[in-house]
């Protein structure tokens, strides 16, 4: 029961931490990729309307009941289910949550682990000289499997360590020196990347639609980039929301934890795109594309290695303040359901990470797989749940004593989007992805009755 009586240090130290979560590879790794692969604006477009109308309201939910009893993600849920006369098993929101966390955390790491050592690499100067337009000669710290396990090793080790270290020793210190140090450096590499690269047509390519553009396949990318990016379905904020106290404004937190995350993300764009536009590269590259185009373009600027460096360094801030957050979920649920100590729990699933994590490594195809299952099916499941919950399950004046603190108007939105507007979006989010996945044909049938 150790969440019911620990709590946050200071609003500072949660919003910290909450940001961390919410800020990371997604948005810095997966976004740009994102945005290049489904039509720059319209994307973006798309997802912005996502997280209003659907991530931020379940971000608001997912707090809330964490808050509710200061339990795990399962005893919250179960607790809340009790508390409104319903079955115990709707702690099964609580464990689909767990199961999602915990499998984004097994291929987060290992990406995660070639930030550091592309970090690395550029520091040293193992990308300098290199042309621009290849992918990098893969350099001596990153050439195969037994490079990328040691990596994906010495990332899930920095987790641990930080959340067995606790909430207040571990999680808290890092934080908040971390990220505060992570937005002074997004600041100055923005800067840099848009005096000196293609700055003009980078953001009319992130900010002018062609709206046609818009199919369902777009609105499929950005629902489940707005779950990702925020990191909500994944019961990581009911994890979070556990150690507030009661009189935290949760509509105004959630507020400025979404409006962070989205900042980022743009201010990730613009940082990353005027320099791949200036150097001529393919923003529809995919996963690759900042792991490719990023060292040989830096390698051939003045200072280049360490800004290279710099940029892969504030990746790494930012992964490791989102994985412990993935991390911390499935180790809390251990130790309240299953007694175990916090070390143990957090090197337990640590452990369970590690192992899925590298057969993915090894195993070709595998990775698709997993980020499926975990990053589209897991991940919107739990979105859908936590909203059919909180809107039809638990009764309405229940979470209204919970958001006790926010207005009338942010609370009618909020309970009239977690009633109907995320269900249903999320419901066909989840559907469209199935089929986008097995070639059922749905999404092209819809794509060509909307004209697309
Ligand atoms: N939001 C983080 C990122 O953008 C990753 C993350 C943290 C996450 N917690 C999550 C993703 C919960 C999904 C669910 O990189």
């Given at each position: 029961?150790?969440?019911?009586?620990?709590?946050?240090?200071?609003?500072?130290?949660?919003?910290?931490?909450?940001?961390?979560?919410?800020?990371?590879?997604?948005?810095?790794?997966?976004?740009?990729?994102?945005?290049?692969?489904?039509?720059?604006?319209?994307?973006?477009?798309?997802?912005?309307?996502?997280?209003?109308?659907?991530?931020?309201?379940?971000?608001?939910?997912?707090?809330?009941?964490?808050?509710?009893?200061?339990?795990?993600?399962?005893?919250?849920?179960?607790?809340?289910?009790?508390?409104?006369?319903?079955?115990?098993?709707?702690?099964?929101?609580?464990?689909?949550?767990?199961?999602?966390?915990?499998?984004?955390?097994?291929?987060?790491?290992?990406?995660?682990?070639?930030?550091?050592?592309?970090?690395?690499?550029?520091?040293?100067?193992?990308?300098?000289?290199?042309?621009?337009?290849?992918?990098?000669?893969?350099?001596?710290?990153?050439?195969?499997?037994?490079?990328?396990?040691?990596?994906?090793?010495?990332?899930?080790?920095?987790?641990?360590?930080?959340?067995?270290?606790?909430?207040?020793?571990?999680?808290?210190?890092?934080?908040?020196?971390?990220?505060?140090?992570?937005?002074?450096?997004?600041?100055?590499?923005?800067?840099?990347?848009?005096?000196?690269?293609?700055?003009?047509?980078?953001?009319?390519?992130?900010?002018?639609?062609?709206?046609?553009?818009?199919?369902?396949?777009?609105?499929?990318?950005?629902?489940?980039?707005?779950?990702?990016?925020?990191?909500?379905?994944?019961?990581?904020?009911?994890?979070?929301?556990?150690?507030?106290?009661?009189?935290?404004?949760?509509?105004?937190?959630?507020?400025?934890?979404?409006?962070?995350?989205?900042?980022?993300?743009?201010?990730?764009?613009?940082?990353?795109?005027?320099i791949i536009f200036a150097n001529g590269l393919d923003p529809a590259a995919g996963g690759g594309l900042i792991f490719d185009a990023?060292?040989?373009?830096?390698?051939?600027?003045?200072?280049?290695?360490?800004?290279?460096?710099?940029?892969?360094?504030?990746?790494?801030?930012?992964?490791?303040?989102?994985?412990?957050?993935?991390?911390?979920?499935?180790?809390?649920?251990?130790?309240?359901?299953?007694?175990?100590?916090?070390?143990?729990?957090?090197?337990?699933?640590?452990?369970?990470?590690?192992?899925?994590?590298?057969?993915?490594?090894?195993?070709?195809?595998?990775?698709?797989?997993?980020?499926?299952?975990?990053?589209?099916?897991?991940?919107?499941?739990?979105?859908?749940?936590?909203?059919?919950?909180?809107?039809?399950?638990?009764?309405?004046?229940?979470?209204?004593?919970?958001?006790?603190?926010?207005?009338?108007?942010?609370?009618?939105?909020?309970?009239?989007?977690?009633?109907?507007?995320?269900?249903?979006?999320?419901?066909?989010?989840?559907?469209?992805?199935?089929?986008?996945?097995?070639?059922?044909?749905?999404?092209?049938?819809?794509?060509?009755?909307?004209?697309?």
């Open positions: 029961m150790a969440g019911a009586t620990t709590q946050w240090t200071s609003r500072f130290a949660f919003l910290m931490a909450a940001i961390g979560s919410a800020v990371g590879l997604g948005n810095l790794w997966r976004f740009p990729f994102q945005t290049g692969q489904n039509g720059g604006a319209a994307f973006v477009i798309v997802y912005l309307l996502c997280v209003l109308f659907v991530a931020f309201p379940i971000l608001m939910a997912e707090l809330s009941v964490g808050r509710h009893k200061g339990l795990s993600a399962v005893g919250s849920t179960r607790q809340l289910a009790l508390d409104s006369g319903k079955s115990a098993n709707w702690s099964m929101v609580g464990w689909i949550g767990v199961l999602a966390s915990f499998a984004i955390l097994t291929t987060y790491s290992v990406v995660a682990g070639q930030v550091m050592a592309y970090s690395l690499m550029s520091f040293m100067g193992e990308f300098a000289g290199q042309a621009v337009n290849s992918a990098p000669q893969v350099a001596s710290l990153y050439d195969g499997a037994t490079h990328a396990l040691t990596w994906h090793t010495v990332f899930i080790v920095a987790s641990v360590a930080v959340v067995s270290a606790g909430l207040h020793g571990g999680i808290e210190r890092v934080v908040t020196v971390l990220m505060p140090i992570f937005f002074v450096m997004l600041v100055g590499l923005s800067i840099y990347a848009l005096s000196t690269g293609a700055a003009a047509k980078a953001i009319s390519y992130l900010f002018a639609p062609d709206f046609s553009a818009i199919t369902p396949l777009t609105v499929l990318a950005a629902m489940g980039q707005a779950f990702f990016s925020l990191g909500v379905g994944a019961a990581v904020m009911i994890t979070y929301g556990s150690f507030l106290p009661k009189e935290e404004n949760i509509g105004n937190s959630a507020g400025i934890i979404a409006g962070a995350d989205t900042m980022v993300a743009v201010v990730a764009g613009l940082m990353i795109f005027p990023l060292p040989a373009v830096f390698s051939g600027l003045p200072g280049g290695s360490f800004i290279g460096g710099l940029f892969f360094f504030l990746a790494f801030i930012a992964a490791l303040t989102s994985a412990i957050s993935l991390l911390l979920t499935a180790s809390a649920v251990g130790i309240e359901q299953f007694g175990l100590s916090r070390t143990a729990s957090a090197a337990i699933f640590g452990a369970l990470a590690w192992t899925v994590g590298a057969a993915t490594i090894v195993v070709t195809g595998l990775g698709n797989w997993v980020d499926f299952v975990g990053g589209s099916i897991l991940l919107t499941t739990g979105g859908l749940l936590i909203a059919v919950f909180v809107g039809w399950i638990v009764p309405g004046k229940i979470m209204r004593d919970e958001l006790h603190n926010t207005s009338d108007g942010l609370f009618n939105f909020w309970h009239f989007t977690v009633r109907y507007l995320a269900p249903v979006a999320v419901g066909m989010t989840l559907i469209l992805g199935i089929d986008a996945k097995f070639n059922f044909g749905l999404s092209a049938m819809l794509g060509s009755i909307g004209g697309g």
